[in-house]
């Protein structure tokens, strides 16, 4: 994973991981929703591709990487 992402340093990154992953699995949080590939890696060990993950957190619940698309204005407004 590198030493950080943007300013955040490794070990954050690791508190923080270890403190969502206690909070989502007291909560019985059963689909976690991540937009960007760094939380999933975080979660995961490995970015994995976006949709549905094999991989599965160490609270035994499935994590889903989207696929993060651009939508133009006219895109929208059609």
């Given amino acids: ?3 950080e992402v943007g300013d955040v340093g ?3 990154i ?3 991981s270890a ?7 007291t ?3 059963a689909l976690v929703v991540c937009v960007f590939r760094h939380p999933v890696k ?3 060990g490995s970015e994995g591709a976006p949709g549905m993950q094999t991989r599965q957190t160490s609270w035994a ?3 889903f990487g989207c696929p993060v698309r651009t939508t133009s204005a006219r ?3 059609a």
């Fill in 19 to 25: 403190t969502l992953a206690e909070k989502l699995r």
């Fill in 10 to 12: 490794i070990d954050e």
């Fill in 61 to 63: 619940r499935v994590s």
């Fill in 1 to 3: 994973m590198g030493d």
């Fill in 75 to 77: 895109t929208l407004s």
């Fill in 14 to 16: 690791r508190y923080g």
């Fill in 27 to 29: 909560r019985g949080v």
């Fill in 42 to 44: 975080v979660l995961l």
